[in-house]
């Protein structure tokens, strides 16, 4: 309370821990960021665990978490594995005739990539909680990213 001394901070709603990700789900302009990484899944697979920073709008900066896990236990798995990682490829504007050899090369390929994604919250199975989780992958929106609260 003494106004004579400087200000340590002021308080702010949007600096709090836990404000990293979107307040809503919607369709983001997102950029991948250097934070991706290629890993396993729990279950030993191999996944990109995929860091999505918005680039526009409201939610600008906030981070977007999505993991893509690559299946090959039957050949209707690793053909939904082929178009699950093509898909996202496709809309980061890659070409056709791009060949990729590992999770990790995909997931060099994607850095600083830009595309849209689709999020809604869903109810995780596993612990309860709810989570903003991506849907669908886009090319950049236009008319830029549209939360739908």
Known sequence: MNNNQPVLFTTNHNNVFG??????????NVVVSPE???????????????DYVVMDGTQKGKHIYDRLVWTNT???NH????????TVMMAAGFQDGIDIHTIPE??????RQRL???TE????????????VVTRYRMLQADGSQPNG
């Open 116 to 118: 849209a994604v689709e």
């Open 79 to 86: 053909d939904l594995s082929i178009k699950r990682f093509n």
């Open 19 to 28: 404000s990293q990700v979107p307040d809503e789900a919607g369709i983001y």
């Open 106 to 111: 995909f997931v060099q390929k994607m850095l």
């Open 74 to 76: 039957s050949q209707e």
């Open 121 to 132: 919250w869903q109810k995780s199975d596993y612990n309860g909680n709810t989570y903003l």
């Open 36 to 50: 991706s990484i290629a890993k396993n899944s729990n279950n030993g697979n191999p996944m990109a665990s995929m």
